[in-house]
């Protein structure tokens, strides 16, 4: 497969996201690791989402594994990721996808 045939693929994978999936996305905007992830989460969502672990670190092997983020480096035992500029385009497409779903709702109001 070509590249622009291999992102449409994963674009396809992974719209629309988990909640998990736009998380960890968002949270990498800036390099984190794992539990860095799981601690920002709970709080911006005010503790009503906790991450497992077991969720957290299959998803980042999966999103590292399609391109969507890649691994940086290793902090103190911790390995630090980031968003690829695929991520940001999956991300955006959710985005995009998520204001449509709100703008809709609100004009059926």
């Given at each position: ?50 991450l ?10 999966k ?18 990721y ?28």
């Open positions: 497969m070509e590249v622009a045939e291999t992102d449409s693929h994963i674009k396809k994978v992974y719209v629309p996201m988990t909640e998990t999936g736009f998380y960890i996305l968002l949270c990498l905007r800036e390099p984190n690791h794992g539990y860095g992830i799981v601690q920002k989460v709970k709080e911006i969502t005010a503790g009503d989402i906790v497992s672990p077991g969720t957290m670190y299959g998803s980042l092997s999103m590292e594994k399609d391109g969507l983020i890649r691994f940086i480096c290793e902090e103190e035992k911790r390995k630090i980031q968003i690829t500029e695929l991520g940001k385009e999956v991300l955006n497409i959710e985005l995009a996808r998520i204001e449509r779903l709100y703008r809709n709702m609100k004009e059926m109001s």
